[in-house]
C-alpha cells in the first residue's frame, strides 16, 4: 500500500508543477468533499457492526451524536478551543492510522506517539506554509499567532515522535524501519513545499490518510477490500455523505459574509466529523487487534 501512496504522492506533486494555485485548491476541495468526506460517512454501518460484535446495546451510538454536539457547543463557545481541539484529535486520528498496524500490542506510549506524529504532520504543513496557515488560523478562531509558536510546537512534537518511537521499537513493540519513515516525512516535506496549501493538505489526507483508512473499513466490514464491496460500501455512506455536503453548503451560506477562506467552512465540517469519527475508528483498531 505504501508503494502505492508514494506514487499518487509523486503525481500530485507533479500535478502541482502543471497547474496554477488555483486549480490545485479546486482539485484537492473535489477530493476533500469526495473521497474525504465519504472515508468517514459510514460510521452508522460501522457502529452497528461493532454493536453486534460487542453487544453495547447502542452505547456507541448514543456516544457518537453526544461527541457531534460537544464539537458544536465547543465552537458556538470558543471557536479558538474548538481549533485547538481538532488539531489534537486530528493529530491524534492522523497518528492511529499510520502506526496501528506496526504495532504488536497496547502501550501507554502508543497513544502519546499518535498525537506527535500526527501533530508532526500538520506543524509541518503550517511552518512551510507560514503566512497563509497564520491567516487561516485568524480567520477560524480569530487568534494571531506568530512564527516562533508555529517552530516551537513543531519541535516539540517532533522531538516527542522520536522519543516514542526509539521507546516503542526498543521495546520491541513498533515494528517500523525508521529510514523509511523519515524518507516519508522528507516527500511529505517537499510535497508541502511545492504545492499549495490546500492541495498540500488534501495530498496527505487523501492519500495517507483517507484511502488507507476506507482500505481499512473495507476489511473490518466485508473481510476484503475490493470492487464489490466498495460499492456496498459506497451504498451505505451515500446517505451521511449527501447530508454532509448539503450541510457544508448551509454553513458557507451563512457564513460566506463573515469568513475570507472556503478552507475555513471546510474545517469547521471536518472538525464536526472528525471527533465523533476518531471515536468509532478507535473502537474499530481495538477490536482488530
Not at 451524536?65 to 486520528?93: C, D, Q
Not at 513498533?174 to 496549501?197: C, D, Q, R
Not at 470492487?227 to 451515500?238: D, G, M
Request: hydrophobic residues 55%.
Amino acid at each position: 500500500m505504501k508503494n502505492s501512496i508514494i506514487v499518487l504522492t509523486f503525481f500530485g506533486l507533479w500535478l502541482s508543477t502543471q497547474l496554477g494555485a488555483t486549480a490545485q485548491d479546486y482539485l484537492a476541495y473535489t477530493l476533500i468533499l469526495t473521497f474525504g468526506v465519504l472515508h468517514g460517512a459510514n460510521d452508522i454501518t460501522l457502529i452497528t457492526s461493532l454493536t453486534k460484535r460487542k453487544d453495547s446495546n447502542g452505547k456507541l451510538l448514543f456516544i457518537y451524536l453526544g461527541a457531534i454536539v460537544l464539537v458544536t457547543f465547543l465552537f458556538v463557545v470558543s471557536k479558538g478551543i474548538a481549533l485547538i481541539f481538532f488539531i489534537l484529535i486530528s493529530a491524534y486520528h492522523f497518528g492511529e492510522q499510520h502506526f496501528s498496524h506496526h504495532l504488536t500490542k497496547e502501550s501507554r506510549i502508543s497513544r502519546p506517539l499518535f498525537i506527535t506524529y500526527g501533530a508532526t504532520i500538520l506543524f509541518m504543513i503550517f511552518f512551510i506554509k507560514l503566512n497563509e496557515v497564520l491567516n487561516v488560523i485568524k480567520d477560524v478562531s480569530g487568534w494571531m499567532l506568530d512564527e516562533s509558536f508555529i517552530v516551537g510546537a513543531l519541535i516539540v512534537v517532533s522531538i516527542g515522535t522520536v522519543v516514542c518511537c526509539f521507546r516503542l521499537i526498543k521495546d520491541g513493540i513498533l515494528k517500523i524501519n525508521p529510514i523509511k519513515e523519515l524518507f516519508y516525512l522528507i516527500v511529505l516535506g517537499i510535497t508541502f513545499a511545492n504545492a499549495s496549501l490546500v492541495w498540500g493538505f488534501a495530498i496527505y489526507f487523501i492519500f495517507w490518510h483517507s484511502l488507507p483508512s476506507m482500505r481499512d473499513q473495507l476489511n473490518f466490514l466485508y473481510g476484503r477490500a475490493n470492487r464489490s464491496n466498495f460499492v456496498s460500501y459506497l451504498k451505505t455512506s451515500s446517505l451521511y455523505w449527501l447530508i454532509s455536503i448539503l450541510g457544508l453548503g448551509v454553513l458557507y451560506w451563512l457564513l460566506r459574509d463573515s469568513v475570507d477562506y472556503f478552507i475555513t467552512v471546510i474545517l469547521y465540517v471536518l472538525a464536526a466529523i472528525t471527533f465523533p469519527h476518531v471515536l468509532v475508528m478507535s473502537k474499530v483498531e481495538a477490536i482488530k487487534k
